[in-house]
């Protein structure tokens, strides 16, 4: 399949949308690539360094963060077809000396739930164990020591940590390193031949991005570059929009041998409730509106991806950034190109204000694993004012600057939406214990404990 070129009607718009959002935000270099109705475009934009700038290309490589859950949750998928793992077995029965701080919950626990995100411990931690083998062993040996936040499977809360144990798991039913069980599950069969893990050097003699984050008005590179190995499972892919769009014509399609078509179609069964937002599939995000859409983002250190797919279109698009400003763009460009492809647009709640003494039970401190802020009343509206606490890509990495504070507006009882960047139209919603009382604000995919 050829890629085309900008001289495309539609896909010029997409990209001039790009090019202005770039501009805007000051995103040194990005990627797009859409697949609609058996035609693939792809283009680049920018440059991969301010510091040594080559241009970006549609084969240029960036870091997909957390897409690779989906790479994860597919693999363990192809052997549960395989009859080589059960995903509502314990994953004891496969990690035999698996430690969690809740003990119930170790014993408990399944695949499932390790894919859904619903294991319900602090799920942002992150270590380096080096480069070898081992790593993602030591790594899981580590998360030992975290706190139970939510009870096992009651509440949907993004979890990096999962994956970890999920990555691990795979590991030792295919009896190989992590990344050779996705090489020979995945990349290889897809001929994804721009795909890479680090510490694979391969990666480094094609070209590739660095991240990058803004402190005033200046653009700097982020180090360090790479998230460690025992974070492969759950972020460390490294790969281009046009692998990308491979990926998505293989979970669109029928299997092509490497998996049944109802093996995909399975991860795309909602599974557990994300509130307003959706539901979450087997790894995938899945819209809450017709025509279903399934996505996962993804975000490094400096950089920023997005990723989805609609069957019922025949279409899908990923764009990639450098820049931790890439979120805002990825969002704006996502929902232009659902328009301008699928005539699909988006609906922004309309929100209305409270008074002082109605706001007064939402405010106070909020913290989850290494996320954390206060919220505030004013103007009839909260502001949620970021709290940075460092701990990526490592325990001891420093936080970075703070976002400017974002208001939120209720449109709902209990739920709000942000009206400001770079977290506009963010949806969060407030979860209250048996006794009516808030104890939980969900933002960002994390339900944050109310801890004052």
């Known amino acids: 399949m050829k890629p085309n070129n900008l001289k495309n009607a539609k896909f010029a718009k997409a990209a001039q949308k790009m090019a202005s959002e770039m501009e805007r935000l000051s995103i040194p270099g990005a990627a797009i690539g859409v697949y609609h109705q058996s035609r693939e475009f792809a283009a680049g934009f920018g440059v991969t360094s301010v510091e040594n700038p080559l241009p970006v290309t549609p084969d240029t490589l960036f870091q997909i963060g957390s897409i690779t859950k989906t790479f994860t949750g597919t693999a363990l998928m192809q052997l549960a077809e395989q009859g080589k793992i059960d995903l509502d077995a314990p994953v004891r029965k496969y990690i035999k000396d698996l430690k969690l701080r809740d003990e119930d919950t170790a014993r408990r626990v399944t695949t499932r739930h390790l894919l859904t995100h619903s294991g319900g411990w602090v799920g942002d931690y992150f270590n380096n164990f080096g480069d070898g083998d081992d790593a993602l062993a030591r790594m899981v040996k580590d998360i030992a020591k975290l706190p139970q936040v939510t009870p096992l499977g009651k509440i949907w809360s993004y979890n990096n940590v999962g994956f970890n144990i999920a990555a691990r798991t795979l590991e030792v039913v295919a009896r190989k390193p992590y990344e050779k069980a996705i090489q020979d599950a995945l990349l290889d069969p897809l001929n994804m031949k721009a795909t890479f893990f680090y510490p694979n050097d391969i990666l ?31 972020g460390g892919a490294v790969s281009s929009v046009k692998d990308l769009l491979a990926y998505a014509r293989f979970h669109m399609g029928d299997g092509g041998g490497i998996a049944a078509r109802e093996t995909l179609e399975a991860m795309r069964i909602p599974q557990i409730s994300m509130g307003r937002r959706g539901e979450m599939g087997i790894t995938w995000f899945i819209s809450p509106a017709s025509p279903l859409r399934y996505s996962h983002g993804g975000a490094t250190h400096g950089q920023q991806a997005f990723f989805m797919f609609i069957p019922e279109k025949d279409f899908a698009f990923c764009v990639l950034t450098n820049s931790d400003n890439g979120g805002v763009l990825n969002a704006n460009v996502a929902e232009f190109v659902l328009d301008l492809y699928c005539n699909i647009k988006t609906e922004t709640p309309k929100p209305y204000t409270l008074s002082a003494a109605e706001l007064r039970e939402f405010t106070g401190s909020y913290r989850i694993g290494t996320e954390a802020f206060e919220l505030k009343a004013r103007d009839g509206m909260l502001i949620y004012h970021p709290i940075p606490l460092g701990g990526f890509p490592t325990p001891d990495t420093p936080p970075g600057p703070a976002h400017r504070p974002v208001r939120m507006a209720f449109y709902e009882k209990d739920q709000t939406v942000a009206l400001d960047e770079p977290m506009k139209n963010a949806l969060g919603d407030f979860i209250r214990n048996e006794k009516g009382r808030v104890e939980f604000f969900r933002i960002g995919g994390r339900a944050h404990k109310k801890i004052k």
Not at 213 to 224: D, H, I, M
């Open 204 to 234: 480094m003699t094609h070209r590739f991005v660095v991240g990058h984050y803004q402190k005033g008005k200046k653009t700097l590179v982020a180090r360090p570059w790479a998230i460690g190995r025992a974070g492969n499972g759950v």
